[in-house]
């Protein structure tokens, strides 16, 4: 299959194809192993099914950190066909680099195997061809947990658990240590720009937008060095859009994250920076990168950064 790649900020861009699994929402996170949660929620057993027999305990080596933080090459995912449906091509050859620090912002219409393919990033999805690997190394070396630490994935609608924020704060996979002193939760709300005095509210009565951020909040005490961002903003009115869009940019700044997010908010991308790669039908159809690229910007990134509507058309997720 012929290869194209479009070499710009560290990025490189061609094409994709794998086999994907969703779990269910609450096992999004660390799907198949068990959380540890505040004791109110003891009762709570949120386990992948036959996790205790199947969760991967892989010893890996002591991983450092090499350039570029992410990189894809000839990425496939199809979904198995029924015994009279065909193979569903969900992504097709993909291939990209993120350097560590910068962003890179997946666009194209509804439908093109953006989220698939973000999720491939951290193993919610396993491809069906193709590599990806993190920090150099191949992420299936990786005890999904370890990964999902350092790779945390924000998604499109805010998952909060019954109970205060801090209880939200605190819950993490069972067998994960960490700093959740009162004074290391107060200063990451503060990061994401909440008030102290939230972290004793019931989590059920905070607005849409700062459920957002305290889920971002609970993704940065575990000290991830890249946060992927699925719809963010969809979920939410302007106002509260906005907000978490200033976030996750002072974010990337004071943190020095990496960021691959899902938008079809162009402020997001104009505030991230960094590149920008167009999926349609699980292709990459155009790369452009936002700082100091000297190429021609495609139509249809052009159209995307104009505000038009690029959101129908695919078959995709």
């Not at 949120?46 to 990425?75: C, M, S, T």
């Not at 004071?254 to 999926?279: E, F, M, W």
Request: hydrophobic fraction near 40%; include cysteine; aromatic fraction near 6%.
């Amino acid at each position: 299959m012929e290869e194209k790649h479009h070499q710009l900020l560290g990025l490189t861009a061609p094409i994709l194809s794998a086999r994907v699994f969703y779990p269910s929402l609450l096992e999004a996170p660390t799907a198949g192993v068990l959380w540890t949660m505040p004791p109110r929620f003891s009762r709570m057993n949120i386990l992948h099914k036959d996790a205790r027999v199947r969760a991967e305990r892989i010893v890996a080596p002591d991983y450092g950190e090499k350039d570029p933080i992410f990189e894809v090459n000839h990425l496939s995912l199809d979904y198995p066909g029924g015994r009279s449906h065909p193979v569903v091509e969900i992504l097709n050859d993909v291939s990209f680099r993120v350097e560590r620090g910068h962003a890179l912002t997946l666009v194209g219409p509804s439908g093109s195997g953006k989220s698939s393919l973000l999720r491939c990033l951290n193993r919610l999805v396993e491809p069906t061809s193709g590599t990806v690997r993190f920090n150099g190394y191949d992420i299936r070396s990786f005890d999904p947990r370890e990964l999902r630490r350092r790779v945390a994935l924000v998604m499109q609608t805010p998952v909060m658990f019954e109970g205060t924020v801090r209880d939200n704060l605190c819950i993490r996979p069972a067998g994960v240590s960490g700093d959740f002193s009162e004074n290391r939760l107060v200063a990451t709300l503060d990061e994401v720009g909440l008030e102290s005095t939230l972290v004793d509210r019931e989590a059920a009565t905070l607005s849409g937008g700062e459920k957002q951020r305290v889920t971002i909040a609970r993704a940065l005490l575990r000290d991830p060095q890249a946060l992927l961002l699925d719809e963010p903003t969809s979920a939410l009115d302007p106002p509260n859009a906005l907000l978490v869009v200033e976030t996750i940019s002072r974010l990337r700044a004071s943190r020095a994250l990496s960021i691959v997010a899902v938008t079809h908010q162009p402020d997001l991308v104009r505030r991230l920076g960094g590149g920008l790669l167009y999926l349609r039908k699980g292709r990459v159809e155009a790369f452009h990168s936002l700082e100091g690229s000297d190429t021609v910007l495609d139509a249809r990134l052009q159209a995307f950064l104009a505000g038009e509507n690029i959101a129908s058309g695919g078959g995709r997720t």
